[in-house]
């Protein structure tokens, strides 16, 4: 039998998964407005729009209803370790060479701060294209590129995170962490040696 | 051991790279699709060509080329309704040119075909005092206006082809309009009708605040 240590809380779950169900109504919706093949075959342009719209809005508030409901120092700490990268961390990004990593591996902090600048550039630039159509001060004419190009990398990113996720051997078990909360310890201690479970 | 703030520079970096990007993106992607362009007809690097299909109503015009008509009417002398055959047997322009939209996105090369305005005008015989011309769309509420010197404008059309075949659906099937130095939103698309008027009218963007004259590069707030 092997024992379970507590990988992730559920504040930081619950931040995962609604940033996840906000992503993929974004993604959705937006898909319909950005592909002219699918624009045709779902219509009411109006209504999609809408619903583009409030899931912005809806996906902004949610984050922050679960920060600010949430265990916010704990949310502060795992904000502080994802943004620290030692030795090991540059090692393991930079030489592609295998180096103790904490509870989170280099290539996940830089997934966090490359998804929470997209987040953040998501959510300026649809504002702007929103305001943009109701007022011309607030049109620039870059708007639709950078609202778009964002777009392309966040599914460049989605990409690899679902398949280190869901498919890659080594690390698909980390998906029972963003879940259920634990992993197997020795599977902790293989790829996150430098984390100490408590 | 040593530790760096990498996590927070990885952050501010991209969104200060995001956020000037709203200064210099348009003509970075302008200046990387001219260079591949060659390479962009073969394998679009954006789908349909960087094309967008904007509606403002539920659904799509349908065409039905049995039952459709263009109507001209308004201050003529001899208003004239044609099918869809009668259009086609009208002689044929052609031209390639670029579509702006306002939102930003814009697609070069657009290989038109269809008729000029003025030989529409020719056979209806305008009053003096009809001074505009205002297009109606099948996609109600669409519609907007051009006086008749914009509408005289040697590369404005109206389009019943593209990039080489008939018009499709989602491009305002089976006739739009095109003016290439305005904004998208003054080339209605699904044209049913156009009435010859004294003077122009607030279109369908104009009446929510869009500049009646939408010259490329020069209204709606660009180019001030």
């Known amino acids: ?198 | 051991m040593s530790e760096a703030r990498v996590g927070r520079g990885v952050f501010l970096t991209t969104v200060a790279a995001g956020l000037s990007s709203l200064w210099w993106g348009k003509r970075v992607w302008t200046g990387v699709s001219r260079a591949i362009g060659p390479v962009e007809s073969l394998v679009p690097l954006v789908p349909s060509g960087g094309w967008r299909i904007y509606t403002v109503s539920g659904s799509l015009p349908a065409f039905d080329p049995a039952t459709w008509r263009l109507e001209l009417a308004g201050a003529v002398r001899r208003p004239l309704s044609l099918d869809y055959r009668e259009l086609l047997a009208l002689p044929k322009a052609e031209q390639v040119s670029t579509f702006h939209c306002v939102t930003g996105w814009t697609v070069r090369n657009v290989a038109w075909g269809g008729v000029r305005i003025g030989d529409l005008l020719a056979r209806v015989e305008p009053h003096p005092d009809a001074h505009a011309l205002r297009f109606v769309s099948a996609e109600h509420p669409y519609e907007d206006y051009l006086t008749l010197e914009q509408a005289g404008l040697a590369d404005v059309l109206l389009a019943y082809e593209m990039d080489g075949k008939p018009l499709s659906r989602a491009h305002g099937a089976p006739l739009r309009l095109v003016i290439p130095d305005m904004y998208g939103y003054k080339n209605v698309k699904w044209l049913r009708r156009i009435e010859l008027v004294p003077r122009e009218g607030l279109g369908y963007w104009e009446q929510l605040g869009y500049d009646q004259d939408a010259w490329v590069g020069r209204s709606n707030g660009y180019g001030a």
């Open chain 1, 1 to 198: 039998m092997s024992r379970y240590v507590r990988r992730f809380s559920r504040t930081e779950r619950v931040l995962h998964w609604a940033n996840a169900l906000g992503f993929f109504t974004l993604l959705g919706s937006g898909l319909v407005l950005y592909l002219p093949s699918l624009a045709v075959a779902v219509g009411r342009r109006p209504l999609v729009k809408d619903i583009h719209f409030w899931s912005g809005i809806g996906w902004v508030v949610l984050l922050c209803l679960v920060v600010l409901a949430g265990d916010r120092r704990g949310i502060l700490r795992t904000a502080r370790e994802l943004d620290r990268f030692d030795r090991d961390d540059l090692r393991f990004l930079l030489a592609r060479r295998p180096a103790p990593q904490g509870r989170f591996n280099a290539g996940q902090k830089l997934n966090a701060a490359l998804t929470a600048a997209f987040t953040l550039l998501f959510f300026v630039s649809g504002m702007l294209l929103w305001l943009g159509e109701r007022d011309t001060r607030f049109r620039l004419e870059s708007t639709v590129i950078l609202h778009d190009g964002l777009m392309y990398a966040a599914l460049v990113l989605l990409a690899g995170h679902l398949y280190l996720a869901l498919f890659h051997p080594a690390t698909r078990h980390a998906l029972r962490g963003i879940t259920l909360g634990t992993v197997r310890e020795d599977w902790a201690r293989r790829h996150h040696a430098k984390w100490a479970p408590r």
